[in-house]
């Protein structure tokens, strides 16, 4: 389910102003006299009529600290009050007024929190992760994360893909010295890697490939940070894991909770030939 909190306005064109230039939300809907901003997974619509809704607090959350004070230099005139950290609800805030005179709070949560992120945020904002914490992802965390994994799509349906999790330190250590580019393994606390078995499918490559980078993406929503290590479909790492040769290993990410937020790294234009 999705949803949508509408407001009446009277003041459509300032109001729509506010949100879009100030806080970065886009035009998602027209309809008639009523106009539907999104930003991430929040819905405002605000419709002409005579008079104003301005009960509640219209909460917009970021994804960094930094993010709230940035906001704040562009709100100032409107702030009730600068930022502050809130130790009851863990979280650094502040309030502001919208042209109407509605609450709106911008907020950072300072603690994980379960996945929030819109499909098209999830896959812009993925990074990978190559520093950790060293607090363990829970079995809980990782089970739901494989969990969405088992709707990577696969060849005939076939599913050839398992896990194999690694929290012996002796074993991540000999993961991560497998080769130059296998060291941010050592620096999670766990290791997981995934493998596709050809005599299920006879696209195990791609089914593994495709299931590794889905899991990815789960691991992402849930806060969760991972890097693709190339180059794991080796006789040493399968000895490690104690994998049967014939098998495919698609990648072994480190797996465990971000302890860096790597800007985005560069990327080209599209390229696309219409023929
Ligand atoms: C096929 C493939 C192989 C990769 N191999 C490695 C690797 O061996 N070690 C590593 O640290 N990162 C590896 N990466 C991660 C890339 O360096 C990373 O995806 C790229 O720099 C873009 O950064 P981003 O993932 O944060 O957007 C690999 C990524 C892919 C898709």
């Known amino acids: ?44 619509g605000f419709c002409q009529r005579d008079f104003v809704d301005t ?7 970021t994804e960094n600290r930094e993010e709230v004070d940035y906001v704040y230099s562009l709100l100032r005139e409107r702030a009730d009050k600068e930022p502050v950290f809130n130790k ?28 929030y ?41 076939s599913q050839p893909v398992y896990f ?4 012996s330190e002796d074993k991540i250590r000999k993961l991560a010295n497998v080769r130059s580019a296998a060291a941010p393994i ?7 890697a995934i493998v596709a078995d050809p005599g299920i499918s006879r696209r195990a490559v791609q089914d593994g490939d495709i299931a590794a980078y889905h899991l990815l993406l789960a691991a992402w929503d849930y806060g ?17 894991l104690n994998i049967p040769d014939h098998h495919y290993i698609s990648t072994v990410t480190p797996l465990g ?11 080209r234009l599209v390229s696309l030939k219409n023929l």
């Open 1 to 44: 389910m999705n949803g949508i909190i509408f407001f009446k306005t009277r003041k459509l064109a300032e109001v729509t102003l506010f949100y879009t230039r100030t806080l970065d939300m886009t035009i998602w809907l027209e309809q008639a006299d009523c106009r539907i901003l999104q930003r991430g997974n929040l819905l405002l």
């Open 55 to 61: 009960q509640g607090t219209i909460t917009i959350f």
């Open 88 to 115: 009851t609800y863990g979280i650094y805030h502040f309030f502001a007024r919208d042209p109407e005179d509605r609450t709106v709070e911008i907020q950072w949560f300072d603690h994980r929190l379960s996945p």
């Open 117 to 157: 992120r819109s499909g098209s945020d999830l896959l812009i904002s993925r990074r990978s992760i190559r520093s950790f914490t060293s607090d363990p992802i829970s079995d809980e965390i990782l089970h739901r994360i494989l969990d969405s994994t088992r709707y990577a799509p696969s060849a005939r349906n």
């Open 164 to 167: 194999v999790a690694v929290r």
């Open 186 to 192: 050592a620096k999670a606390p766990m290791a997981l």
């Open 224 to 240: 969760v940070g991972t890097c693709w290590i190339a180059d794991m479909d080796r006789p040493e790492v399968k000895q490690i």
């Open 257 to 267: 909770w971000p302890a860096e937020s790597p800007p985005i790294r560069e990327r």
